[in-house]
């Protein structure tokens, strides 16, 4: 059964560091997200992205904070300067249309 | 705005029948979810029921939707302990993309 995967499993960095997390998502799937879930917090909602652009995003989801699909079966997350509190589990999901969503199994991403 | 509301503990023993409860707040609402979550794994779609349906079962899972009182609930039957888990409720309303999650209920199945 096809899944959607994601790498690294755990990303260890350091503050003011840019890290870019990998998703590839269900190949046949249009509609790709990403969430994330700090720990002991509700997952939430970053970014949806489709026809290669992003479609919504939420109000964490700022400047520092960009989503890519640079090729045909990739969808990055970027942070560009990574802060404490994006210490957080990463999940990205896909879906062939609004009503289901997919996901990984997440980047734990480790700020220190 | 949009909220999603779940108890966080549960214990049941095996064998046994569990219902998990959610509360939502969006009465716009098109579709909900219940995902579960193995200790470090992802998040696993087990079902959605669409907002014009009050019930939807799949083999051991029942799916029961109040609209009137914005409540959903996951029943499993004879609970064993591979079903152990976060279960997390979720809801998608009519407009925006992003799923809205509730906090999940850490489920315990005692032998």
């Known amino acids: 059964e096809p899944e959607v995967t994601q790498t690294p499993s755990h990303q260890v960095t350091q503050m ?21 879930q700090i720990l002991g917090q509700k997952v939430e909602f970053l970014v949806s992205f489709y026809n290669n652009e992003i479609s919504e995003k939420s109000e964490i989801f700022d400047d520092q904070f960009s989503v890519e699909r640079p090729d045909g079966s990739n969808f990055t997350l970027k942070i560009r300067s990574t802060k ?29 | 705005g949009e909220d999603v509301e ?51 079962q799949d083999q051991r899972l029942t799916v029961l939707l109040n609209k009137k009182d914005k409540h959903l609930s996951l029943r499993i039957a004879d609970t064993q302990t591979g ?5 997390f409720c979720a809801e998608r309303g009519n407009y925006g993309q992003n799923f809205v999650f509730g906090p999940g209920t850490r489920l315990s199945v005692l032998p």
């Open chain 2, 6 to 56: 779940q108890s966080l503990f549960l214990s049941v023993r095996e064998g046994d029948s569990s219902v998990i409860n959610c509360t939502y707040t969006d009465s716009s609402s098109t579709y909900l979810y219940w995902y579960k979550q193995e200790p470090g794994a992802g998040l696993q779609l087990l079902t959605y029921i669409f907002s014009n349906m009050d019930m939807k």
């Open chain 2, 83 to 87: 079903d152990s888990a976060i279960y």
């Open chain 1, 84 to 112: 404490l509190e994006d210490s957080a589990m990463y999940f990205c999901a896909s879906g062939t249309g609004f009503y289901e969503q997919y996901f990984g199994p997440g980047t734990r991403l480790t700020v220190t």
């Open chain 1, 16 to 36: 003011g560091q840019e890290v870019i997390l990998r998703c590839v998502p269900i190949s046949n799937h249009l509609y790709f997200y990403w969430y994330r």
